[in-house]
């Protein structure tokens, strides 16, 4: 008969290890050195490709600078001179001072008067105003009022009439003014 290996005590490291056959030991022995070596190969590896990529790195900045500098010749646009002068006009426009320009239009405006349009020309810095006021008398007050403003250089009633088509016959009327007072540099 076949004798039976009855053990009942916990499994444990320690046992484990006393178990264990010379065989598998060195086997497990072995393959942990050549994991061992395998990684210290590797580390070596990276150590010596970093090493050859700062000499690369060196020598492409040593045969930088020994070679002469070389800008590429810039080719140069020729634009028709309408085109330059359509763009300027459009920046120019762009960088109206509106804030300056409605907070003087709204100070001069009462309640009395409606404004219709404000239409500005940035080359010649002024301001065309379109308004309708109920009679004749608030119509030169509002004048009056935006020639008050320091904004405005001058101001200019330039064309009114009676809007006749309105039921209520309002008076419509145009104001040109020039802007570049002492405020324009201030935003």
């Not at 050859?52 to 070389?70: F, G, I």
């Not at 001179?81 to 239009?105: G, I, S, T």
């Amino acid at each position: 008969m076949k004798p039976v290996h009855i053990d009942f005590a916990p499994t444990s490291l320690r046992r484990t290890l006393f178990r264990t056959s010379a065989g598998s030991a060195a086997l497990l022995f072995a393959i942990a050195s050549l994991c061992f070596g395998a990684v210290m190969q590797f580390k070596a590896y990276q150590e010596e490709r970093e090493q050859l990529d700062a000499v690369h790195l060196a020598l492409a900045a040593r045969s930088q600078a020994a070679r002469p500098v070389q800008l590429a010749a810039q080719p140069k646009l020729a634009l028709p001179e309408a085109q330059v002068q359509a763009v300027n006009d459009a920046v120019m426009q762009l960088n109206l001072p509106w804030r300056d320009l409605f907070d003087a239009v709204r100070a001069a405006t009462p309640s009395n008067v409606a404004l219709l349009a404000l239409e500005p020309d940035a080359k010649r810095r002024t301001l065309r105003i379109t308004a309708e006021a109920r009679n004749s008398d608030d119509m030169l007050a509002y004048v009056a009022r935006m020639q008050e403003q320091s904004w405005f250089g001058s101001v200019v009633l330039t064309r009114h009439e009676i809007a006749e088509q309105d039921p209520n016959r309002p008076l419509r009327f145009q104001v040109a003014a020039q802007w570049g007072g002492p405020r324009e540099g201030a935003q």
